[in-house]
């Protein structure tokens, strides 16, 4: 038997209900909010995600599906969004149009990681990026968007986590007394040992318990922060206050990408047992300058779309969206050509159906109408072609009767009470 890859999976039909649901969800709220779709390729060149992303990031470093084209140029699936939609706009001259853009997308990212429960090779991210403001009261909204999302998906327990990695220049500075601090500590797991050199930074959200402890009296990014930096950080959370936002300040929270600046933030929640990041973004002001376009300002959030779906697939109420209203059913080649024309009518129209293509025996269909929760069936044989009519049987009440063939769709619009859709847990 054939297998998919590891790490990589299939989502069956019984699952996509969901998916499709946080999708609509997702696409309703940030186009309130003033955001529209961008679709990106999946392929890139290399240098995109290298440039964009960092190289000494673990992404970069370890985790990306990279190979040669014939031509011998390396490309990559995509490891995240941002850097593409960054891409994008330096490549469309987005900006010339209007240099501020709310862009979202939603689509699968690839990483090599160690696939385990919740963590895949393929996975799905929901993006949310702004191109073009700095204003804190935006990375404010998009704390407020997300919050939205979540609680109409009936998430309880969420935490915002918030932090400010300043900008060049104050980084710079405490990248400085970041190092010295860690020159003498000589107890640091391997890679954040390879880090002391090349991205210093990122020791600090370490998952290791020794540099966790070790990194106990690391100096703190907040004490260094220039003033428009901290200007920028008190601001926001003067905006977030406004909406009643709960939030907590990490000084630990990096990230694991180089590019952001200024605002960071992860949504958590420990609806799967330890607490999780679902969602997590920040700024990234000098992202688009980096890849040869103009000084842009950007900010931008993924959501873990499997995280999100596995956290809300016991809560939400979905009705079998997939049983039929009407199902028909023929006996004879002549009753067979008009259910097939009726039928395909009755689809174009807007009604549910399911057409019955074998012979089987009237009792053998019943069974099988009650298996797949048809609301209808529609009856043909040698009687109904007679008469032009069609026995419809209502499942639910048992009830049988004969309606005009011309009367049908009218009859079964009439009959199908609205099903509304629900998020409620
Ligand atoms: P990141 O792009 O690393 O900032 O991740 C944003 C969100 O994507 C995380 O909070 C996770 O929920 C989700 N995520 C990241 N990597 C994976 C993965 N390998 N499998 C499933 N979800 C992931």
Not at 29 to 48: A, D, W, Y
Not at 278 to 289: F, K, P, T, W
Request: proline letters at 3%; one cysteine or more; charged letters at 30%.
């Amino acid at each position: 038997m054939i297998q998919a890859l590891r790490g990589f999976r299939d989502i069956l039909p019984d699952e996509t209900d969901i998916w499709q649901k946080i999708e609509k969800l997702a696409k309703e709220i940030f186009e309130n909010f003033g955001f529209r779709e961008i679709r990106l390729p999946i392929l890139e060149k290399t240098e995109v995600f290298a440039r964009g992303i960092g190289d000494t990031t673990d992404i970069v470093e370890k985790e990306m599906f990279s190979f040669q084209d014939s031509k011998g140029r390396s490309q990559t699936m995509r490891p995240e969004a941002t850097a593409s939609i960054a891409r994008a706009y330096i490549q469309h001259k987005m900006y010339s149009r209007s240099p501020e853009q709310k862009l979202y997308t939603i689509g699968p990212m690839f990483r090599k990681e160690r696939p385990q429960k919740g963590r895949y090779r393929q996975f799905y991210q929901i993006n949310a990026e702004v191109l073009g403001i700095d204003s804190p009261a935006l990375d404010a909204q998009l704390i407020v968007m997300l919050q939205e999302l979540f609680t109409k998906l009936g998430i309880k327990n969420l935490n915002t986590i918030i932090n400010s990695l300043g900008c060049k220049k104050c980084r710079k500075e405490y990248n400085l007394v970041l190092s010295s601090f860690l020159k003498d500590l000589d107890s640091l797991c391997g890679d954040c040992t390879r880090r002391k050199e090349k991205n210093p930074l990122r020791i600090l959200d370490c998952k290791n318990e020794l540099c966790r402890e070790n990194l106990g009296n690391a100096p703190l990014f907040e004490n260094y922060l220039c003033d428009d930096c901290k200007t920028h950080f008190s601001n926001l959370k003067e905006f977030l206050d406004i909406e009643k936002i709960n939030y907590k300040i990490d000084s630990r929270l990096v990230r694991g990408l180089d590019y952001y600046t200024r605002t960071a933030f992860e949504i958590q929640t420990d609806e799967l047992g330890a607490q999780s990041a679902v969602a997590g973004g920040g700024r990234y002001n000098g992202l688009v300058e980096n890849l040869g376009g103009p000084e842009t300002p950007g900010i931008g959030f993924a959501i873990g779309f499997d995280r999100l779906v596995e956290i809300i697939s016991s809560k939400i109420k979905s009705e079998n969206k997939s049983s039929p209203d009407i199902f028909f059913i023929s006996f004879g080649k002549k009753a067979k050509t008009k259910a097939f024309k009726i039928c395909n009518e009755m689809s174009r129209a807007g009604i549910k159906t399911e057409l019955e293509f074998s012979e089987k025996s009237m009792k053998a269909l019943m069974k099988k109408a009650n298996r797949i929760n048809a609301k209808f069936c529609a009856i043909i044989g040698e009687n109904e072609l007679e008469k032009n009519i069609i026995s419809l049987k209502d499942m639910d009440q048992g009830k049988q009767m004969e309606v005009n063939e011309k009367d049908l769709i009218l009859y079964m619009k009439q009959n199908l009470k609205a099903t509304g859709e629900s998020y409620s847990v």
